[in-house]
């Protein structure tokens, strides 16, 4: 197991730099130019080159490209050319909030997919199952942002239940968490659905019945414990696309995560920002499917690695 995570982590390696490369050259291509963006429309040609010159603009991309990655194994993810803070605070506060709503997304997204997968798989092809079945193709056909506008709409302008955004007490998780949610617990039902169909007809189910357990023990003491590795692999996934999703429903809640500092980084052409949000999501990418791989192991003895 260790040698498996040591290749792993290497092997991870030469993925964030092409990350952080691919960035700094997107960043290049975009129109605009963050100095003139930075001084504004009263600046004259002379100003802009001169603070291009300053940030370091004007020299080819290998040479930033060998700059930055020199500062970052000092662990200095440079400062922002908007406000001059420090890159690494800036994303310490964001990532906390980020975390908070994608913990909250993903306790939903385990507590109603596999509860909603499992019941649908034991009453195949009942109203329970059709049921679930539709209002999990309706949950995968729609976009977070757009969910969360209805959400803001019904349940804060309308009923005046919850708070419409920003980051605060409890119920300003509620209608964010929810709205990233669901998506990614839609799929989880199908999968576990899938996955516990192929289960529910093995000879220990039928054993576990026949000494009178109860349902719920047998689908997810027995039959889920077999299943479950399809759905810790989607799983794994599906927090990667809760990470990107968060991008359009923090900006729809005005919560202020990493993927709301990113749209507003790239808005004001703060290469240095974006390139510091990037590389962390990238680097949580590459920690989650880790950590699939090693939950594989522990979930099923077969998994074995050398």
Known sequence: MTRFLVRRAAAAIPIMLGVVFIVMGTMDVIPGDPAAMMLGQGATQDMVTRLRAELGLDRPLAVRYVEYLGRLLRGDLGHSIVDGRPVSEEIRQAWTATLELGAAALVLTVVVGVTAGAFAAHWRDSVFDGASRVLALVGLSMPVFWTGIVFILVFSLELRWLPSGGRGAWPHLVLPAVTLAIPSAATIARVTRSAMLGVLHEDYVRTAYAKGAHDAAVLFRHALRNAIIPVVTVLGLQLGQLLGGAILTETVFSWPGVGRLLVQAISSRDYILV????????????????AVDVAYAYLDPRVVYR
């Open 275 to 290: 390139e510091g949000g990037v590389l962390l999501l990238a680097a949580t990418f590459v920690v989650t499917n880790l």
